[in-house]
């Protein structure tokens, strides 16, 4: 069964801090204990973080809380086009906290529920500036391991977050609270868990309120309200996604594509293909003809790590833009 992708940030320089420069087509649903602050370098794109849809741009900078679903893309998932003449996929830096970070000096940190948030929404435009060098500045030093970097990013990293702390509202919670949140994450992990292994069968609302012991109301506001679309949508934009990875496959049939997405009547297939792309399945593979290999690439490369030099030339190239 495929799971919600829980990620393990693993501290390879710094203890409690990491920092890393990502080109992403799409990331799906996934949740991990740091506190994640990304800096849009380049392009545009859309962030999902809990049920809200956030359309970013070149030089917003976000805080995601510990422990909160969150997801990124070149365009809405439901939306993707695949068109050489469109802007590349948004480029991130990516710092992520250990919520155990400066623990010993502020045990609160580790109890802390920001309210995830564009930064630019809390801070004056000369605080955006200065995290957002602070961020750059860090980063630098951190890929190219500059003397005495430690002591340097330790230092930034506090001033960013002492930034946060004063300007961004947050809540200090209880050991049981942090519990509850504990188990409200893992009700999440179950249903997405449940949807991406079921979604090429009949899948049923009914079916995943039983196994989360509510009625199919109540389990339907709260997948709205943790999702910020209905049941049904998620699905098809499941089964959107499916219907693209298999589009390539020449030796399939629009039938077995419409089948093994999950869709039951292949003219559903057709009225979802028309609502997000304007035209019908017949047409698009049509139309990805020439761009077979585009399509590939957005499919199976749909994050790029960069490396160390190709992330201090993107940062360079970002201060130079923002000069």
Known sequence: MKQLDIELVRYEKLKHIKFLVNRIQHRQEHIHNEFELFLVLRGEGV???????????????????SGEVHAYSRNPVSNIILDREKDSAPLFLFAQISNHCLREYFPQIRTTVFNSCNLRDYLSEAEVKEVTGLLVSSAKAY???????????LGNIARVLTRCYEKVPYEIISEAQKNNLKQKNLRIERIISYIDANFETQIRLQDLAEQENLSPTHFSHLFTSLFGVTFQDYVNIKRMEQCIRLMPNKEKTLLEISYESGFSDPKYMNRMFIKHFGYTPKEYRRRMGTEQVEVKQVIHETETIYSVSDSINALEAFEKDNQ
Do not use: M, W
């Open 143 to 153: 890929f190219l391991e500059e003397n005495l970097y430690p002591l340097k990013v």
């Open 47 to 65: 962030a999902r973080i809990k049920s809200h849809t956030c359309e970013i741009k070149q030089g917003d900078i976000y805080l995601i809380n």
